[in-house]
């Protein structure tokens, strides 16, 4: 089997492409980070106006970010409180499955460059790779389905409107409380949209891998069979 016919070279640039996608879709979901805040000013003169900013990022355990909430009593300074939510399970499975799809492609392409007759001539290896092909497949659509939900949610929790809805001071009346601006999540969409984008290409790479396993072969004689017997028993009758 010649290494560089055109469905190999097929492959291999489908394995560049899922090794590029998958760096950025856990590249920009790991390396996020935003902040987000809101303003408290107390009607008591005594007290300055207090600019709150709290920041996060991946892996987006909310619910351990801390921030200090101002109090408009004369006693009082202020009350440490947190965001609201866990948010780590999607993201972090996300992030995962991006870096083990890497060091998937870097395996494969090294296979197919280096011991490609080896590929070709044991049945088992183009087998164990379709295999491991469709569970990616799967795994990405559930993973960028699940992030999306989950970012959705982020996005809920760090609302500066969601912020100033926690804080006990903003709702009598010895403070006016107003958001901050809202968190830039321009990086994080892009992360779910690689991560949609990872599950075509593997869905897409399903194909190649399967015309290299015995099962395409076999498919493709079942298909001849009938054809040919019915045309050897069109040329016996038309010898009779």
Avoid at 75 to 93: C, I, Q, R, V
Avoid at 170 to 196: D, K, Q, R, W, Y
Avoid at 233 to 239: I, V, W
């Amino acid at each position: 089997m010649n290494p560089w016919s055109s469905l190999h070279m097929v492959e291999l640039s489908m394995f560049a492409f899922i090794r590029l996608f998958a760096i950025f879709a856990f590249g920009s979901c790991g390396s996020y980070s935003g902040e987000t805040g809101a303003m408290v000013r107390c009607n008591n003169e005594a007290k300055d106006v207090s600019f709150i900013i709290v920041s996060f990022g991946y892996p987006f355990r909310l619910n351990r970010v801390q921030y200090e909430m101002p109090l408009c009593d004369d006693d009082s300074t202020s009350k440490t409180l947190h965001l609201m939510g866990d948010f780590s399970a999607p993201a972090e499975f996300f992030v995962t499955l991006g870096v083990f799809s890497f060091f998937y492609t870097m395996a494969a392409l090294v296979l197919y460059l280096r011991f490609h007759n080896l590929y070709a001539d044991d049945k088992r290896f183009p087998l164990v790779d379709f295999c491991v092909t469709v569970s990616f497949t799967f795994f990405w659509l559930v993973a960028a389905a699940a992030w999306g939900k989950g970012l959705t949610d982020v996005k809920g929790a760090t609302r500066p409107s969601s912020l100033t809805a926690a804080m006990s001071v903003c709702h009598g009346e010895e403070a006016v409380c107003s958001g901050g601006a809202t968190p830039s999540m321009g990086l994080v969409n892009i992360s779910v949209l690689f991560g949609f984008i990872n599950f075509f290409l593997w869905a897409g790479n399903c194909w190649f891998v399967f015309k290299e396993t015995p099962w395409h072969g076999q498919s493709q004689d079942q298909g001849q069979g009938p054809s040919q017997e019915s045309a050897a028993e069109q040329g016996a009758l038309e010898k009779q």
